[in-house]
């Protein structure tokens, strides 16, 4: 079975442009979650996904955004970028909605902002 | 709210030496915990977790952790590491009867020499 695959791996943006990245989760998943991962603040959860409904939101601006569409797959959006927006996001999936489940990482789109 | 405090940020071993990595949380409710590895250039993968029953987890890699309630520690050991060991570890909580969101600590970077 395929693992969660992210597109596009690597991304460079300017401040003040939009970006959207896209997650598909591993086939049969119906859960999908993002984090934000940089040196200074580590992980960050910014939200999680669950037939289309987002369930959970993190503590980030409105900047961020994010969908999930009927076949699971997800997309985040972040608008007007800022230096600090540089990051690693990663998605993750897991078979249904539920804090014992297993989540199961994709390898990340990395976003430099210049 | 929940919190994880991984006390060591690097750990510098060498090859065939016993290590723990050490882990912390916080919690008011009750928690599920995880351990997850990160190799360069690659998301997360799970290594192990603890839900209920014994408080004695253990991966297929030789890994284990102990989850201990009163010290609210899940620390990971293993008895011998290989140069293949070398990579960051987070430890990660989720609330019971609460939504996948996983709380992350700032990860320990395990380097096994030679």
């Known amino acids: 079975k395929a693992g969660v695959t992210q597109t596009p791996r690597y991304l460079i943006k300017t401040r003040g442009q939009q970006v959207t990245l896209s997650c598909s989760p591993i086939?049969?998943?119906?859960?999908v979650s993002w984090y934000q991962q940089t040196p200074g603040q580590g992980l960050q959860f910014l939200f999680e996904?669950?037939?289309?409904?987002?369930?959970n939101k993190g503590n980030f601006p409105g900047r961020f955004s994010g969908r999930q569409f009927s076949n699971s797959r997800s997309e985040m959006n972040v608008s007007t970028l800022e230096l600090g927006d540089s990051a690693l996001y990663l998605c993750?999936?897991?078979?249904?909605?539920?804090?014992?489940?297993?989540?199961?990482f994709g390898p990340g789109t990395r976003l430099l902002v210049l | 709210a929940q919190s994880v405090t991984q006390l060591d940020s690097q750990v510098p071993v060498f090859e065939e030496a016993p290590v723990e990595l050490r882990c912390n949380y916080s919690?008011?409710?009750?928690?599920?915990l995880f351990w997850y590895v990160q190799y360069p250039n690659q998301g997360l993968q799970l290594l192990l977790k603890?839900?209920?029953?014994?408080?004695l987890v253990e991966s297929i890699n030789g890994f284990e952790a102990e989850f201990n309630k009163s010290q609210t520690s899940f620390h990971l050991r293993k008895p011998s590491v290989h140069i293949s060991d070398t990579a960051e570890y987070f430890c990660?909580?989720?609330?019971?009867?609460?939504?996948?969101?996983?709380?992350f600590g700032k990860g320990t970077k395990l380097t096994v020499n030679p």
């Open positions: 996904y669950f037939s289309e409904t987002q369930r």
């Open positions: 990660a909580v989720s609330h019971q009867g609460g939504s996948e969101k996983l709380v």
């Open positions: 086939s049969g998943h119906r859960s």
């Open positions: 993750a999936s897991s078979l249904n909605l539920g804090a014992q489940e297993t989540q199961y």
């Open positions: 603890y839900l209920s029953g014994s408080t």
């Open positions: 919690s008011s409710v009750s928690v599920y």
